[in-house]
Nanobody, 124 residues
Framework: HVQLVESGGGSVQTGESLTLSCKTP????????MGWFRQAPGKEREGVAR????????RYPDSLKDRFTISLDNTEKMVYLQMNSLKFEDTAMYYC??????????????????WGQGTQVTVS
């Protein structure tokens, strides 16, 4: 049973920073598409960052690229999401997702084979 385990969520003030962590079961330097998504109440789940672990290529929505950063630590099998200058509208449940053996090519939720349970981020 594959598990992705997110952590690091919490309640912060506007303008503060937060780093989310995702523990994976794999050697993530093998070709894997890792992504972070979020879902606010009443809204659809949306992608906020993704990385193709073999090439290191990253992608963010234009609205977030200046504030969010995705990174890897293969020694610890961890994927991180650094979020700076947080805004009220960043409040959501944040999910880690993965598709082993593929390069990232889309934000389509169906592309990702594995999902974590999510970690809540609340900005006030």
């Amino acid at each position: 049973h594959v598990q992705l385990v997110e952590s690091g969520g919490g309640s912060v003030q506007t303008g503060e920073s937060l780093t989310l962590s995702c523990k994976t079961p794999w050697n993530i330097l093998r070709d894997t598409c890792m992504g972070w998504f979020r879902q606010a109440p009443g809204k659809e789940r949306e992608g906020v960052a993704r990385i193709s672990t073999y090439s290191g290529a990253v992608r963010y929505p234009d609205s977030l690229k200046d504030r969010f950063t995705i990174s890897l630590d293969n020694t610890e099998k961890m994927v991180y999401l650094q979020m700076n200058s947080l805004k009220f509208e960043d409040t959501a449940m944040y999910y880690c997702a993965a598709t082993p053996g593929r390069t990232c090519s889309t934000w389509d939720l169906s592309f990702f084979d594995y999902w974590g349970q999510g970690t809540q981020v609340t900005v006030s």
